[in-house]
């Protein structure tokens, strides 16, 4: 078994643009002992009041699976450990286990620390044993150890050998700079191993986007804890990315890292964090990325039909994630059937699937993008579906936007529409000419629809195209829209951002009316 020793709430805030409350480290914590990890790293309870304020909460919690654990340094250089307020604040969190770094470089005990090596030692050794002496577990992370042992092999093995000495229970292998290579990484560990008899770990940085391949080469060399954060979140380029750390273990290595069936919630707790996080979802990540499994060339798209294990390296659903097809001007039919198959709308003649697929190739070339907006893909089959009527037909519209005095911006549409045969003109004011636009369609159609009460739009993305264009510039109109079940998204493209917004608009209540 594979110990699992999560950082997401300490060096993970570390990244720019990253800061947690302690309620929220408490909430993600909650989940990480639910995912079944081994450790939970709180944070460094002598640096900062929200970390003493996690620990405070996190004692009254019943940990399922999960051991929480507080970081912090070994004694600074002229302190015995018993006179050092930053073990006395890692004491105070009355964790079960502590984790303290020491220096294994000996440019950073020189030029950082600027103390001797050998108090350097002396602090290490001594700062475990007294954690020891007090009932703590310790888990002792030499930093910089990678770099350190290149520099001068013996000096980094005889700092952790410090650690030993004092009782630490795991030693772990950091490199902190994140500049090591995989193959490097096995080697030295694989020397480490036959010096060291205590378990070994790895924590390893992603500077040269090697911080996964490092974790993977330690552990196939001899390491049994791996240290990371969801999502690789941390300072500078970010740490291990545990959403693919435990998956490259368990799935492709045959290592248990988690309870059993506890891996398919790997893709919830990735999107959780970064919700939390206030940080948009990266949807290339691997395995939990929402695009990790989505496939947008025709050929691919044919093949997948076919056997979805001829692009795909596993199946999603073993980390919580599902295949997607994405309809774009790459695509080919097959991406088509696939989609109108997922939302159980009539694909109808092959002639039918070929000119949606041409209309579709056309109006991207225009500006459209149908990769998120499957509504406008679905109501062009549906417009073809033999017996299908429009539920509203357009005749026409305007809107106006006007600034008076002394009463400011006034935004005002009217609509035009046919239903049944009958014609209805209403006008509405609202917020901007999209909004006036909205809520005069909605006002025409309310008799006849009532359930168009329902539908609420959830959100409104607009992308200029061609910037060097200026005003005239193509513009794209992205809508969300849902009813309490389900959501849809469509599309809109030109240069008049007003008719953009109108045609996604009018693809969005057609949808939730003919097909949601």
């Not at 286990?97 to 005990?109: A, D, E």
């Not at 406008?376 to 005095?405: C, N, W």
Request: aromatic share 8%; net charge negative; glycine share 8%.
């Amino acid at each position: 078994m594979i110990e699992i020793y999560d950082t997401t709430l300490r060096d993970g805030t570390q990244r720019k643009d990253i800061s947690l409350m302690s309620r929220d480290k408490l909430h993600i914590a909650q989940k990480l002992d639910q995912l079944g990890v081994a450790f939970i790293e709180g944070g460094w309870p002598g640096s900062n009041p929200k970390d003493v304020e996690f620990f405070e909460m996190a004692r009254h919690i019943t940990w399922q699976n999960a051991t929480i654990t507080a970081f912090g340094s070994t004694c600074q250089a002229n302190f015995h450990p018993r006179d050092d307020r930053n073990l006395q604040a890692l004491l105070a969190a009355d964790t079960k286990v502590c984790t303290i770094f020491g220096k294994s470089s000996v440019l950073h005990v020189t030029d950082v620390l600027r103390t001797t090596l050998e108090n350097n030692l002396r602090m290490i050794e001594e700062s475990v044993a007294y954690l020891r002496s007090e009932g703590r577990r310790v888990i002792y992370d030499a930093e910089h150890f990678f770099d350190g042992y290149n520099e001068d092999p013996g000096y980094a093995l005889s700092a952790i050998k410090a650690a030993v000495t004092g009782g630490a229970e795991t030693v772990v292998l950091c490199d902190t700079n994140g500049g090591t290579m995989p193959w490097q990484v096995a080697e030295i560990v694989g020397e480490i191993k036959t010096q060291i008899a205590i378990p070994l770990g790895i924590h390893a940085h992603n500077d040269a986007e090697c911080a996964v391949a490092n974790s993977i080469s330690a552990v196939k060399a001899g390491c049994v804890q791996v240290q990371g954060t969801l999502n690789g979140y941390g300072e500078r380029c970010g740490n291990a990315n545990l959403c693919s750390v435990i998956p490259n273990l368990e799935l492709k290595m045959g290592l248990q890292c988690l309870p059993e069936g506890k891996l398919a919630d790997l893709f919830d707790i990735s999107h959780y964090v970064a919700e939390i996080a206030n940080l948009a979802p990266d949807e290339q990540l691997a395995y939990v990325g929402k695009s990790a499994f989505a496939h947008k060339g025709g050929v691919h798209v044919a093949a997948m039909r076919r056997s979805p294990q001829s692009y795909q390296h596993i199946e999603p659903e073993l980390v919580g994630n599902r295949m997607e097809v994405v309809v774009s001007e790459l695509s080919g039919k097959a991406n088509l059937f696939s989609l109108v198959e997922a939302y159980g709308v009539e694909a109808g003649q092959e002639s039918h699937v070929n000119d949606v697929l041409q209309n579709v190739k056309q109006l991207e070339s225009q500006g459209f993008s149908f990769e998120a907006a499957e509504g406008s893909v679905l109501m062009m089959f549906k417009r073809q579906e033999s017996g299908y009527t429009k539920p509203f037909e357009l005749i026409d519209y305007s809107a106006l936007v006007e600034h008076r005095e002394k009463r400011g911006l006034l935004a005002e549409a009217t609509v035009k529409v046919r239903v049944n045969g009958e014609i209805i003109h209403t006008a509405a004011e609202g917020s901007g000419p999209v909004n006036a636009l909205d809520l005069a369609l909605r006002k025409a159609l309310d008799g006849y629809f009532p359930r168009i009460r329902q539908f609420h739009l959830t959100d409104y993305k607009v992308r200029i195209l061609d910037g060097n264009a200026g005003t005239n510039a193509i513009t794209r109109v992205l809508i969300e829209t849902e009813n309490g079940n389900k959501s849809w998204n469509t599309v809109g493209a030109g240069t008049n951002i007003i008719d953009a917004s109108w045609q996604a608009l009018v693809d969005s209540i057609e949808y939730g009316l003919a097909v949601a």
